[in-house]
Structures are given as C-alpha cells and as structure tokens.
C-alpha cells in the first residue's frame, strides 16, 4: 500500500486514535450526518431505548470508524468493534451478539464482505434481537433459539451498493459521508496540531488541506509527515515552505495524487490512449487488486475531473492529460473534466 492512500496503514492506529474526535461536537464538518445523529440518539436516550441501527457509507478515512465510537460515546454505552471479513462462521457472530450488553454498539466494518450465513443470522439479531443456532449436521440438526440483548448495530461500509437489499431494509438509519471541503480540513489539521503539540501556520494548513483528498486520515498522515521535516531540517514550526518541501520528499503532488494515483493515470493515458479501459486490465497495468483501484484511487479521482466511469471502460479526463503534462489527442472522447468540473468546494461539499 503506498504512503498516503486513505487506507490505514498497519502500526498507524495509536497515531490516529490520538486525534480521533471522541464526541459529536469535536467532529467536524459533515454537518447534516451530525445534525440527524444528533436527533436519533437524543430521541432514542429520551425513551431509554437503543437507537435504530446506522449504517454509515463513503470512501475510507471519512470518519465511519470514529463515528461509531462517538455513538457509543454518547449513549454512554460499550462498544464492540468487528468487521466482514473477520466473521467467516456464523457460530463466530452469535458469539459476539449473545454475548453483547443491553444498549451495547456493535460496530461491523467493511459489513458487505460478511459472509452470507452471517449476514441471515444477523437479520433476526437485527430485527427480533433473537439467533437461531443450529446445532448438529444433516437431518439431525436442530435449531437453538437464543436471546440478543438489545443493542444497535453500527455498520460501515465503502460501497454500500454492494449491501443485500434485505440487509439495507433493517437500517433505520442510513448516512452518506462524503469528501471534505479544504476549509473543513484547515479546520481538521489546526485541531490535529494543537492536540500533537505541533505549532502550524494558516498557510501550512492551507497547504496541507489542498493536498489532501478531501479525506481526514490523509491530512493527518501527511500533517505527521511534515512535522517531520519541520522537526529535523527546519525550526519544527509547519509553514507553507516546510509543508511543501516535505510533500515534495513524500511525493504528493499539488492535487494530493500519490504514486497509485498517478499510476492509474499514466496507465490509462500511456498505455491505453486515454481509454476507455476496464477496471481489471487497468488494475493489472499498475499492479494493483482491481478492488484497491476501484475503491482508494477512483472515487478521488472521479471527483476530481481526472478520471470518467463509462460503460465501455474507464477514461482519463483531458485534465488528467493536462495535470500528466501532456496534450490530449484532438477529436479524442475523453471527457473534458477538470477545474471547470471541479472547484474546491464543489469537489468536496
Ligand atoms: N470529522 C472529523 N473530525 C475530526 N477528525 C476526523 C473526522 N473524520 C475523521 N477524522 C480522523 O480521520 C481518521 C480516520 O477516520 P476513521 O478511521 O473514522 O475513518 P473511516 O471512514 O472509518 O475509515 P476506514 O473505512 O478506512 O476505516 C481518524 O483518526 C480521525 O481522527
């Protein structure tokens, strides 16, 4: 995994739970998600019941993860934290419900990978807070009705299209998180640095906000990554200068693409004359699972004009000829993309 996708890294956890907001009023931006938040969980505290189940969809590092803590937090409840891929057996699931304590959260990341005998289990758990255990095999199995205190299920998810209709019906409530705006980031990076004791500019966040993705944990890492240089070759104050002479060490460029990013890109200009292309041939020309293209480099580049889904492939964007220094081909199909597509806050709103 490169540098700066927003997938988190392994040993970055103790980094990010540093500054991870732990009430709804320390998150920032995405205003309307809190807003309606606030309300399900003030009403559901009112009548001293569990709120609805959530179900929190969008791009990683935009937040799911820490919402889920803050719901718990705020219901003043426990929570237990599993994800899709880690429940193979449905025996492993009704572990973790029957085991669970009135009001609890249960969070289940990446909940569209979870297997699909888990996955029923957890519609009776949903909906009746009740599991059948089916114990034995063949004709002599039977089926153990057990009790689920009730709780609420939080599940996260970067492609929500991916969730069983079924599935989507026992969500009482269902958010979008979306792209940040850069001032949301600006924002983001000051209260990051005060908490890390880094002192920052206006001007160095502002430089690090641009470079971001629109993505939280992005910023973070890269905020980390310039207190660095600020610390070793500079005066260990983040300004405009050592923001970018330490992004052009980490090779972020001025759209914040990294080398995975730019990769795709070129692929698709170099390789495939702009495209169009499909996903799996283009993921084998960078190197990469079709999955991480499609889910790390592509909503960002979608929403930054350089890249178009069509229904024949995808296609680089005459910004992404541009932002790759070179000229597109005249009469060409792609897509003309690009800043008229895409100003700050209409990339990220
Ligand atoms: N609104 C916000 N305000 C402040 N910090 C935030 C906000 N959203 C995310 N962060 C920070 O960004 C980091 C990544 O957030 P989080 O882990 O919740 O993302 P995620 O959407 O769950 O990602 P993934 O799907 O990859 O697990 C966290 O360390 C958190 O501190």
């Known amino acids: 995994m490169n540098e700066i996708s927003a997938y988190v890294a392994e040993g970055e956890q103790d980094a990010e739970a540093t500054v991870r907001p732990k009430r709804l009023s320390e998150f920032i931006a995405q205003h309307r998600v809190r807003d309606q938040l606030d309300l399900l969980l003030k009403g559901a505290m009112g009548r001293g019941t569990p709120p609805d189940h959530i179900l929190l969809s ?29 429940i193979e057996r449905s025996g492993d699931l009704a572990a973790i ?84 705006a850069a001032s949301d980031l600006e924002q983001l990076l000051h209260r990051s640095a005060r908490i890390l004791g880094v002192p920052i500019t206006d001007e160095g966040a502002v430089e690090i906000s641009g470079r971001s993705r629109g993505t939280p944990r992005i910023a973070n890492r890269l905020l980390r990554r310039v207190r660095d240089y600020a610390e070793v070759r500079a005066d260990g104050m983040v300004t405009l200068e050592t923001a970018r002479e330490a992004l052009k060490v980490y090779d972020v460029d001025a759209l914040g693409l990294d080398r995975l990013d730019r990769a795709v890109l070129r692929a698709l200009v170099d390789s495939f004359k702009g495209g169009p292309v499909g996903l799996s041939t283009l993921a084998v020309a960078v190197g990469e699972q079709p999955d991480t293209v499609e889910e790390v480099c592509e909503p960002f580049l979608v929403r930054a004009g350089l890249l178009a889904r069509t229904p024949r492939g995808r296609v680089a964007t005459e910004a992404a000829w541009h932002h790759l220094g070179r000229t597109p081909p005249t009469g060409q199909n792609a897509p003309a993309g690009g800043p008229d597509l895409f100003s700050a806050e209409q990339r990220f709103p």
């Open 58 to 86: 969008g791009p990683p590092g935009l937040g799911k993860t820490t919402l889920a803590n803050i719901v718990a937090a705020e219901l003043g409840s426990g929570i237990r934290v599993t994800s899709g891929p880690a």
């Open 97 to 180: 419900l029957t085991s669970l304590a009135m009001g609890d959260v249960l969070f289940i990341d990446e909940i569209h990978r979870i297997a699909k005998p888990a996955e029923e289990l957890l519609y009776s758990a949903m909906e009746d807070f009740r599991v059948d255990v089916v114990v034995g095999k063949g004709p002599g199995a039977t089926a153990i009705p057990l009790d689920v205190e009730p709780f609420t299920l939080v599940g996260a998810t970067t492609r929500s299209g991916l969730l069983t209709g079924p599935m989507r019906d026992r969500f009482g409530f269902v958010a979008h998180l979306d792209f940040y």
